[in-house]
């Protein structure tokens, strides 16, 4: 066997995700800290977005720019190779983090103990659904005082629609939390209250079925405490040996499967630079097969041509490391002015193309308008790869062709406004509009889908790829095409 066997089956590749403040920063540097990637407690600290900065999102991106460095953090713990992708924990960078789900192989959702399921979890749950990502679930914050464990198992499988079976189980909780202990091997002496849950715990839950984890259908169960360091051995331990290398990825032509020798991969992300000086990008790759080298040529799908790259860098602990090679599983950051879009395609020659980046119906749209008549070019053009890198998305009324941005939080439209200005020389305006609802549109009906798009005129739009999208201004509008027109199915997603 080739050794790149080896090393991909040795890959674990996942996100943490979380509702801002349920401790994912402290988990993954806790995580860190048994990797041996960082030495002192407080290091992962400055990736965060603070709280207090969720008005100024210059400070934002400033946050953000610190973070490339730490958009994936690898090291290697035991026998295995671990790649930590970061995801925003802002709300308004939502999409940001979908599409970071996009390139793992399984995810550890935390979540606080003396919260229970919050709203972005939930959010973060569907996408995991929709793509049957595994999930583990790690109960954080078990030395405050809390929900009860088995209220918050409830709470997990009502709320996020998902099987659960404890694998750990906490001594006490609060003030009286001291250790966790595997419910495999359970100490002879148990306090009554432990003995009672126990029994509780054989009767209610199924015993952890690998088969049904790796399907998405059960997630196992740990409780502790990050900040306290207890039960985070007991989950990385049992997640390296269970959570999946990296898996078989569908693309149109066929499903590529990681072993092939074959080199592919496809954009997830692209950090932008903010410095107008230096207007550069990275472009973060995910490796779905084979071997990466550099210098190397490799196809750009979308593009038809050979390109080879000098500088790629992988990320080892918290440093960017320029290296020679990447496997299956691996993220590679790839020096960029401006040749990718999200969800383009590299290979060995072949034509693929990578299915399983949607873009999601947005939360506010406005107009833009041309601020400056003198600089329509600049502004289109900025407009164009501001969109190709994802950060927001554009729809051109089939009415008028005026342009509409949608986003998924105000935050974007100052970061579109403020780019375009120092980055392409072009002003923009905003124009409020109300609207509800994208819904891509599609039917098997002809007839009714013509006559459809004839009778909502005013409210169709092309996105990006030139696909029809009905733009429904308030709920009651979308439930009334819904239900008037029956053979049309509305989509809030864009691939279906
Ligand atoms: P996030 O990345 O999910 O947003 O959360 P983060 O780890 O930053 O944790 C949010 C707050 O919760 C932090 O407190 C952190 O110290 C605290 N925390 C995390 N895990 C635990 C835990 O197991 N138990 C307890 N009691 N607290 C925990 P902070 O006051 O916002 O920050 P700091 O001053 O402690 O750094």
């Known amino acids: 066997m080739p050794n790149y066997v080896d090393e991909i089956q040795r890959r674990r590749t996942f996100a943490i995700v979380s509702h801002p403040d349920a401790g994912k920063t402290t988990l993954t540097e806790k995580l860190l800290l048994y990797g041996g990637a960082i030495h002192v407690a407080g290091a992962v600290k400055s990736n965060k977005i603070r709280k207090t900065a969720t008005s100024d999102w210059m400070e934002i991106e400033k946050q953000r720019g610190i973070s490339v460095a730490t958009s994936v953090m690898g090291f290697d713990y035991n026998r295995y190779h671990i790649n930590i992708l970061d995801t925003p924990g802002h709300q308004d960078f939502a999409e940001d983090t979908f599409r970071t789900l996009t390139a793992v192989d399984s995810v550890i959702i935390v979540i606080d103990s003396a ?42 499988e009502q709320e996020l629609g998902i099987n659960v079976t404890p694998v750990t189980w906490a001594n006490g909780q609060g003030l009286d939390f001291e250790s966790v202990f595997k419910l495999s091997d359970r100490p002879v002496k148990m306090s009554a209250k432990n003995q009672e849950a126990m029994e509780l715990i054989d009767g209610v839950y199924p015993l952890f079925d690998k088969e049904a984890y790796l399907r998405g259908d059960l997630a196992p169960v740990f409780f502790g405490s990050a900040y306290k360091t207890i039960g985070v051995q007991e989950l990385l331990d049992f997640f390296v040996e269970n959570a999946p290398s990296p898996r078989p990825v569908e693309a149109i032509e066929r499903k ?96 693929l193309h990578f299915k399983g980046l949607p873009s999601f119906s947005p939360e506010m749209f406005k107009y833009i308008e041309n601020a400056d008549p003198m600089k329509q070019k600049q502004l289109d053009k900025g407009v164009r790869q501001l969109m190709d890198e994802g950060v927001a998305q554009l729809f051109v009324s089939q009415l008028n062709g005026r342009k509409i941005i949608g986003t998924v939080g105000q935050l974007q439209f100052e970061v579109i406004q403020y780019r375009l200005e120092h980055e392409y020389n072009a002003k923009c305006r905003w124009e409020n509009m109300s609207m509800y609802k994208a819904c891509w549109i599609e039917s098997d009906d002809e007839v009714e889908l013509k006559l459809f798009k004839q009778r909502k005129a005013q409210y169709m739009a092309f996105d990006k790829e030139g696909r029809d999208v009905f733009m429904a201004d308030s709920a009651y509008v979308l439930n009334m095409a819904q239900n008037d027109y029956k053979h049309i199915t509305f989509h809030f997603t864009s691939e279906f």
Do not use: W
């Not at 229970?116 to 990502?133: I, N, P, S, Y």
């Not at 490391?321 to 969800?343: R, S």
């Open 115 to 156: 919260k229970g399921v919050e709203a972005q979890t939930r959010k973060l749950m569907e996408v995991c659904r929709m793509r049957k990502t595994p999930a583990m679930i790690f109960m954080n914050k078990m030395d405050r005082e809390g929900k009860d464990p088995f209220d918050l198992m409830d709470d997990v």
């Open 256 to 351: 590529v499967d990681p072993y092939e020798a074959a080199f592919t991969g496809f954009c997830f992300k692209i950090h932008a630079n903010m410095d107008p000086n230096h207007r550069s990008c990275i472009a973060f790759f995910k490796i779905v097969s084979g071997r990466f080298e550099r210098n190397t040529y490799y196809t750009h799908v979308r593009e038809g041509r050979q390109m080879r790259f000098s500088a790629p860098t992988c990320f080892m602990a918290q440093k960017k490391e320029t290296v020679d090679e990447a496997f299956a599983g691996d993220i590679v950051g790839l020096p960029d002015t401006g040749n990718f879009k999200i969800g383009d395609t590299l290979t060995a020659g072949e034509q």
